[in-house]
């Protein structure tokens, strides 16, 4: 089992930054995916960033060039920084685990993003 802890949501003006992070109660290295959703009032969860074995990488096309997702193996931390943010972009956003030897998904609790244009 995983329990993911998210923080960093807030407030920001459009063009602003913030940076998400998402603190793992195991180590990293044991989790094969890791990445972030968001969920906007009235739409489905979406993929945002999604780090995987290798340290592959995809994003969202709408956040491709704003947002890059890393990680800290030695905190078990994975974060999301979020550059030159939109208002489309207000949503709460959840991060996501992947346990492979479970074959289940794990999530956050979410944090609150809200960009005021």
């Known amino acids: 089992q995983v329990h993911l802890v998210e923080s960093g949501g807030g407030l920001v003006q459009a063009g602003g930054s913030l940076r998400l992070s998402c603190a793992a109660s195991?180590?990293?290295?044991?989790?094969?995916?890791m990445g972030w959703y968001r969920q906007a009032p009235g739409k489905q969860r979406e993929l945002v960033a999604r780090?995987?074995?290798?340290?592959?990488?995809i994003y969202a096309d709408s956040v491709k060039g704003r947002f890059t997702i890393s990680r800290d193996n030695a905190k078990n931390t994975v974060y999301l920084q979020m550059n030159s943010l939109k208002p489309e972009d207000t949503a709460v956003y959840y991060c996501?685990?992947?346990?492979?030897?479970?074959?289940?998904?794990?999530w956050g609790q979410g944090t609150q993003v809200t960009v005021s244009s």
């Open positions: 195991r180590t990293i290295f044991s989790i094969n995916a």
């Open positions: 780090m995987s074995s290798g340290d592959r990488t």
């Open positions: 996501y685990a992947y346990m492979l030897v479970e074959l289940r998904d794990y």
